[in-house]
C-alpha cells in the first residue's frame, strides 16, 4: 500500500502505541505461521492498519503473548493474533507477490523476479483461501499496467482502479458492513495512489517513468492543488469510516487517517506543517 498508512507514532499515547506494535508483531507472527519465514520480509504497517479496522468491526476472539524474533533476538516483544491477523497475512504476501510481478514487468528489476518466485507458493495459497480479493488486485495491477503503457494521464482512472483493488481487500465477510467497508475503503485507495503520485511527480518526471499528474510538474500552485484532491478523496473515506459500528480503537485509527496519512505530503510540500 506503498508506506503511507502508518500512525503519527508522535501523537499515540503508550497504550496506543504498544497496542499498533502489537498488531504489527501478531501480523508478522501469522505470516511465519502461514507462509514461512521469507514472508514476513514483506511485512509493512500499512496492513497494521486493515488489522485494527477489522479487529474492531468483528471483535474476533485475540491471542496473546511475548516472543523473540530474529529481529528482536534479546528482548521479547508483545504480540496480538486472531483470524484477522492470519487473513492480513494472506493479504500482505498477495499484495507483495503481484507488486514484484509488476516491477518486474515495469523496469526489469532481477531481485523484483527472484523475491515473486520465492513467494510464489505463499501466493498460491492465499489465492486458494481469497479468490475474490486475489483476482481483484491481479485485475487492478493488470489495468494499471495497461493504463501506464498507454501513458494515459488520468488520475480519476488510475486511482479508482487502484481504489476496486482495496475495496475488495477490506471486505473481509460479505454481509452487513460489506458496502460501507467497501465504499471507505474505495476511497481510501485512491486517496494513497493519488498521493503516490504526488509525492513521486518529481522523479517520474525526470526518469520519463508514468504518472498521472505530468501536466501538473513544476506548476508552483502544486500544493494546494493536491491537498485539495487529496482531502476530497480522504473525507470521503471519513464518511463512510464513521457509519461503522467501531468502538476499540477508534482513536489510533482516526490518528493514522488524519495525521500519519499526512506525513509524508507535509514533509515534502510544506515542510511538516500540519494539514
Known sequence: MFGYLTADISALNQQQYQRYKSCYCGLCRSLKKRHGQFSRLTINYDVSFLILLLS???EPEEERGEDCCPRHPKTAQSWVCSPVSDYAADMNVALAYLKCLDDWEDDGNPGALFEAKCLRPA???AEKNYPRQCLAIAQAMDRLHEMEKQ?????DAAASCFGDM???IFVYRQDRW???LRSM??????????LDACMDLDADTLRNRYNPFRRYYGLEDNEQRFRDILKMQLGECVYYFDKLPLVED???MKN???AGLWSAFNRKFCKGKES
Open 166 to 168: 482495496m475495496g475488495e
Open 250 to 252: 477508534v482513536g489510533l
Open 256 to 258: 493514522i487517517l488524519c
Open 178 to 180: 460489506a458496502d460501507t
Open 151 to 155: 501513458k494515459l494521464e488520468d488520475p
Open 123 to 125: 501466493y498460491d495459497r
Open 185 to 194: 475503503a474505495q476511497a481510501l485507495g485512491r486517496f494513497i495512489y493519488l
Open 56 to 58: 474492531s468491526l468483528y
